[in-house]
């Protein structure tokens, strides 16, 4: 499976997100999604430090704004199957992996943005979602 132009357009504007950064006095929310294992996700890098996927408030809304209304609701309980199962993982840019897999209930594929956290950030981030979108197979 390729990354078509406007799907990889989704995914290329990440520098602004691609980190958790503090936020204490914002008082965001951070909800864990699970863990990855590290061994499978070295196609994007080799220095990935925590197995533990994070995502926020503020990506939900994000990836509620960009997709159908309830996608966070109707596909959000596959995130942690899809990044511990994906059928595709493309690197890109600043340590992001681009994470595809089928969903089975409805054919529809789910492309997860995950910036997976390295020796050269915050011992205190975690690996995190930055995105996500829905495709049709082709």
């Not at 159908?68 to 596909?75: L, M, Q, S, V």
């Not at 340590?95 to 950030?121: E, F």
Request: net charge negative; proline share 2%; hydrophobic share 30%.
């Amino acid at each position: 499976m390729s990354v078509d132009a406007e799907s990889q357009e989704k995914f290329t504007n990440v520098e602004r997100y691609d980190i958790l950064r503090e936020t204490k006095e914002k008082g965001i929310e951070v909800h864990t999604i699970g863990k990855i294992d590290k061994n499978i996700y070295k196609c994007v890098t080799e220095d990935i430090v925590t197995d533990e996927v994070i995502i926020t408030d503020e990506r939900i809304e994000h990836i509620t704004q960009r997709c159908e209304r309830d996608f966070y609701k109707k596909y959000g309980k596959y995130f942690s199957e899809i990044l511990k199962d994906p059928d595709y993982i493309f690197p890109d840019k600043k340590n992001t992996a681009l994470v595809c897999k089928k969903i089975i209930d409805d054919g529809k594929y789910i492309n997860i943005a995950l910036r997976l956290v390295t020796s050269v950030d915050n011992p205190e981030y975690k690996n995190s979602i930055i995105t996500a979108v829905g495709e049709n197979e082709k």
